[in-house]
Structures are given as C-alpha cells and as structure tokens.
C-alpha cells in the first residue's frame, strides 16, 4: 500500500485544500458577493457620516475592519453546513487522512477565498477614504495577518453551530465577540502609523495571535465536529 | 465512601437540595455584615466622597464575573475529557448566574464613571474585555439551548467556553498592559493600599457574593437534573 493511501496531514490538506478550491473556482458567484458586500458597506460609510476628508482618513481603517470583519463572518455558514447537509462530511471523517489535516486544508482554502481577496482590495478602498500611503501598507498588513485569525475562530464557531436552531444569528453571537481582539489591533495598527507612531507592537500581537490560533483552532474544530456528528 | 458517589444526578439532586438553603443564609450573613461594614464603620474617601461605596458590589461582582466563567469552563472541560453528565449540568446552571454579576459589575461601574470619571462609559480596554465576557455569557446560554438533543447543546457549549476562556487573562491584566481610564486594582497578595475597614467590607462582600452563586447554581442544577431525568423512575417517586 503506498503512503498516500494510508493516508497524511499533508495529503489531507492538499486535498481538501483543492477540493474547496475547485468548488468555489467553479461557483464564482459566492466569493464574487462577499467582495462586492465588503466595496459596498465601505462605501456606504462616507455618505452616512459625511464626506469631510479628514474625518474620512480618521475613521478609515477602523471602518476598513468593520466591514471585512463583517464579510469574513458572513461566509462563515457555508464552511461546513452544506457538507454537513449532504453528509459529506462524515464521509472525510471516515477518510485514512487524520482529521486535523483536511480541516486546516478547509480553513485554508476559506481564508485563500475571503481573506485574501479583502486584503488585496484593502489598499484601493483606503484610497477611497483617503489615508497615507504608509498608513496603507500598514492597513493591508494588518489585514494579511489579521483575516487569517478570522477565519480560524469562525471555523471553530461555524462547526460548533452545525444543527443548531437559529443558525445565523446564534453563529453572531459567538463569532463577533471572539473576532473584537482581531479588530482593536488590527485597527490600533493602521491608526498608530496614522498618527506617527510605530505599528510593530500590534502587529506583533496579531502575529502572536495567528500563531496560538493556528496552533490550537484546528484542534477545537476537529472536536466540535466530532460532536456535531455524534 | 466512594467519592463519585454524588457524581450521579439522582444523589447530587438531593445534596444540592441540603446544601443550597445553607449556602444561601451563608450568603444573607455575609451580606449583612459586609453592609454594615460598608455603609457604617468604613470613612468617606477623601478624594470621591461617600460614592465610593458602589465598590463594594462593584469590586466583588467583577471579580465574580471572572471566576464564575473559570469555574464554568472547568466543569464543562471536565465533561467534555470525561463525559460527564453532572458536570455540564453544574455549567448551564452557573452561566445566568456569571451573567449577572458581569452585568451588575458594567452597570455598577457605569453609574460609578459619572460621578468620578465624568461619563457612564470609556472603551476602555478593560470595560471593553468584559462587555466582551457578557456577550460570551449570552453566546453559551444560548448556544446550549440551541439544540433539541441536550447533551449535543452540553458538549458545543463546554467546547465554546473552553475557547473563551482566552479572553479572561484579557480582562484581569488589561489595567496592566494597557495604561487605560481604569484604575489598577488597589488589593495585592502582599498588601493593600486601602484602609482595612473597607478592606474588610469589600472581601465579606466578596464572599457573600461567592456563596450566593453557589446557592443559585445549586437551585439551578436541581431544576435541570429534574427536566433531563424526568422519565427516570426516581423522579417519578419523588
């Protein structure tokens, strides 16, 4: 029998990794929404509160981090509940390949989805609402670090709500106090270089962050649908 | 004796029935002289006057809010790892509970803040942290109802608080990390910067605080144990 077929934490990453991939490569549509909900909730800001330009590049990365966590967290139901719905997911459960690999794949895939393309827009709407341009790089930073973390405690909340009653409100109430943390360094990053002082000490903390929730969230989701499927 | 003895709900339904009464006389003593010490023999501050007095629900809820959600994630990381039913039962029953007093600590510090901050509220970084803690309180309430099996609501929400419980050393160290609105805590192992009359005052406080949740999580565990065994037969006898 050849090592695959027994299998391995990277062989079930990869292929869970790809496998939502290839899903949401093939059904643009979702990930398309998530994008177009995060340019929209920007740009609503500036008509509600006022277009003064100061004010604008005062406010613009902590609404910068509103919105992404905001369309982080909306794409959180789709993580697991339709595999959970079709029963595919007990299927990967009695795979060869050990649980935490393909969840982190899953994680993965779900950040390379939502995370990554918020970040990338980032430094375009943080145009729109006028900050410097180091205070921008900062921004995207923060954001690179930051969305990760995002996705990891939502996985963790999206597969503790699996079949439960109230599924979108109730996964608000657990996901957006967890995320607080992410959002006040985030923010405090972008606004500390805004403001002349250095971002490091924040941006270390998500660092730190990322680096503890990578190491213990796969684990807890691992457990969580272990329960779900009980 | 064996001491899982009581792990069972039917012999833990009756000691929790004897103990709670206890516990909460325990708690109406304590209450009464922490009053008395509060009100009658501890001076005025020199500097705030007599409202400084919210301190002694104030100090002692907070401190309350803290320690509940730990024992809370003790009980639900003990039936979790051991699959325990009484335990996840002790959880649900001390959350309202926790909820509370996080709740009384917000509301007593809001109406503290007016008077000798100048505003009901800061976003500070330790009142922020436990309003934090409050919407964690909510999340596990109602993420252990959310089920119609209860053990599956049990087991969710003891993993919920296990990962909430990051947020704790958050609360208790943000006065430290962050030089923030809100005082640093004025009571250390090794002394006090108070005088002892209020000393006093606030740890009876404390303690009668710690002796009503216990009573309160007794009575409550006692309903729970009766809904989840209402069709066993030593129910029915009773």
């Given at each position: 029998m050849s090592a695959a077929a027994l299998g391995s934490y990277p062989g079930g990453f990869a292929w869970a990794f790809s496998r939502d991939f290839r899903i949401a490569w093939r059904n643009p549509g979702e990930t398309v929404l998530v994008i177009a909900f995060f340019v929209l909730v920007a740009s609503l800001f500036p008509l509600g509160v006022g277009a003064e330009s100061r004010l604008l590049e005062r406010i613009g990365p902590g609404v910068i981090w509103v919105c992404a966590l905001l369309a982080a967290f909306l794409s959180l139901p789709q993580m697991f509940a339709t595999d959970y719905a079709d029963g595919s997911l007990e299927q990967m459960t009695l795979s060869a390949h050990p649980m935490i690999g393909w969840v982190s794949g899953k994680i993965a895939a779900h950040w390379i989805m939502t995370g990554l393309p918020l970040t990338v827009l980032s430094p375009l709407l943080a145009l729109q609402y006028g900050l410097q341009a180091d205070t921008l790089l900062v921004l995207a930073a923060a954001l690179a670090i930051g969305t990760p973390i995002l996705s990891l405690l939502g996985a963790a909340c999206s597969a503790l709500t699996l079949g439960a009653r109230g599924g979108g409100m109730l996964l608000a109430l657990l996901a957006l106090p967890l995320f607080v943390p992410v959002l006040i360094f985030g923010a405090g990053a972008a606004e500390a270089q805004a403001s002349g002082l250095s971002p490091s000490a924040q941006l270390s903390l998500l660092g730190a962050g990322l680096i503890v929730a990578t190491m213990a969230l796969p684990a807890a989701v691992c457990v969580a649908i272990r329960i779900a499927l009980d | 004796m064996n001491l899982f003895y009581f792990s069972s709900p039917a012999t833990f339904y009756r000691l929790a029935g004897w103990m709670a009464p206890w516990f909460f006389a325990l708690a109406l003593l304590l209450g009464i002289a922490g009053m008395y010490y509060g009100f009658a023999v501890a001076p005025t501050d020199a500097?705030?006057?007599?409202?400084?007095?919210v301190i002694f629900i104030h100090v002692p809820a907070a401190w309350m809010s803290m320690f509940l959600y730990f024992v809370m994630a003790v009980y639900s990381g003990v039936s979790l790892s051991f699959n325990t039913r009484l335990g996840a039962m002790m959880a649900r029953a001390i959350a309202p509970t926790g909820a509370m007093m996080t709740f009384v600590a917000l509301w007593t510090g809001a109406f503290w803040g007016?008077?000798?901050?100048?505003?009901?509220?800061?976003?500070d970084a330790r009142m922020t942290s436990e309003l934090v803690l409050l919407f964690l309180y909510f999340g596990y309430i109602a993420l252990s109802n959310a089920f119609d099996d209860p053990r599956r609501g049990d087991r969710a929400a003891a993993l919920l608080a296990l990962i909430g419980l990051v947020n704790l050393p958050i609360i208790y160290f943000s006065v430290h990390w962050w030089n923030t609105l809100h005082q640093g805590s004025s009571v250390k192992l090794t002394g006090t910067t108070m005088h002892v009359a209020m000393l006093t005052a606030m740890l009876l406080m404390t303690f009668s605080f710690w002796m009503y949740s216990i009573a309160t999580a007794l009575t409550r565990v006692r309903s729970i144990i009766l809904e989840r065994e209402r069709r066993t037969r030593w129910v029915r006898e009773l």
């Open positions: - | 500097v705030q006057g007599e409202v400084y007095r007016r008077p000798t901050w100048g505003t009901y509220w800061a976003w």
